[in-house]
DNA sequence: TACTGAGATTGACATTGTCAATTGACAATG
DNA sequence: CATTGTCAATTGACAATGTCAATCTCAGTA
């Protein structure tokens, strides 16, 4: 018989394939992105992909959490970026990150907070690396909320900057904000909007 | 010959196919409404819808902007329901008409922020319902602004507004935002962080 | 050497969007 | 009244796609 693949193999077969369909994904569109093209993009036959994933839905999926995964890495090292304990200025650049990423991907943005099946929630792979995601901004949140910076409970306010931001980067991937001049300006008078919703007068938002 | 078409019963009819297209979207979703479908629910046959769209994209394009003015529609009304001279509780209205036509219309909801080519900016008449549907906020904000309330200048805080609104929404129409308390606990947040982030310090958000 | 069971490929089919050809009805014309 | 031209509407046909099922290919085993 042919050697059994081992699980590591079928991982980094799993790895190629979504690798190979996010490249599609972003150069050609979600309607380019055909089975059949990914196969002939990889380099194997048409019905391969269905060795490694249950159907197309399951591959979008796998793909939606691959790129959740780049996001969370490229909003963790962006934070750290900022002092460690200048918790407001580690939000901003967060914020900065996730808007760069909506920019330089904007396909994989949306499908990334997009469950295809309409009125069916996210799976649980993909509500894990949702929140993964949010938990980046979520921790610095609550040691914001610890030195009394805030004038909210920090998971709430986590909600609506994620919601904020969300919708500004969906827009700019929609191409309803055409230029990144105006995404910029809205970028950051939304940053200015939602730091001095949040922080408790009598702070300075950004103690230098 | 059959007696030609006039342009009041063409649009009467694209009017029919479109309200058909929308039930059939916000029951069984995007994936569900194909063209066979529509000319059944419709009572006509396979090809009849081509007489009066281009083709699918046309036929959709033509159902965004449909649900862009029912959206605008409630907008304006809701707005309506606040004292003349109060630009903001104007604005809290016109946001919160916004969040119950997301809760009741996720689909349209969806649909009417979606151009279909991904990498291509909405059709003419897609952006035009657009603006006329901002215009309805931006007038208020204006008016806000010459009564000196805004922080920023009204064109620049009417973006920021819709697109954190438009962010809350989508999430809640995708299903990332599964139950209603939590969307509006994040929607009274954002209204809030709005209102304090917008108003220049010394007014009261809200004389009475 | 013949067999087995895994991965990989190919065949086949239903669905869908859409172009092209056909049909059908009726007003204008002779 | 028969004919005809024209436009709405229908049906035929095809390519693309997702996916099930059958087949094929071989390395290891008996």
Redesign the pocket.
């Known amino acids: 018989?042919?050697?059994?693949?081992s699980t590591d193999e079928?991982d980094e077969?799993r790895a190629t394939l979504i690798d190979s369909a996010l490249s599609i994904l972003e150069s050609d569109g979600l309607?380019?992105?055909?089975?059949?093209?990914?196969?002939e993009a990889s380099g194997?036959?048409?019905?391969?992909p269905?060795?490694?994933f249950?159907?197309?839905?399951a591959?979008v999926d796998a793909m939606r959490i691959a790129g959740l995964n780049r996001m969370t890495a490229a909003a963790t090292t962006a934070a750290a970026s900022a002092p460690d304990d200048d918790y407001v200025e580690q939000l901003r650049q967060i914020g900065r990150s996730y808007a760069q990423f909506g920019l330089k991907n904007p396909a994989v943005y949306k499908l990334v907070f997009t469950p295809i099946r309409p009125d069916e929630p996210p799976s649980p792979e993909h509500k894990e690396a949702i929140e993964a995601n949010q938990a980046v901004a979520e921790s610095r949140m609550k040691h914001a909320a610890e030195d009394g910076l805030l004038i909210l409970p920090p998971d709430r306010l986590n909600n609506v900057f994620w919601a904020a931001l969300h919708g500004l980067i969906s827009l700019r991937a929609e191409k309803l904000i055409t230029d990144d001049e105006t995404f910029e300006q809205i970028r950051s008078d939304m940053e200015q909007t939602l730091a001095s919703g949040f922080i408790r007068k009598g702070f300075r938002p950004t103690p230098k």
Chains 1, 2 share one sequence.
């Open positions: 018989m042919v050697r059994a693949l079928i077969r309607a380019a992105l055909t089975l059949r093209r990914l196969a194997v036959s048409r019905q391969t269905y060795l490694y249950k159907d197309k839905a591959l």
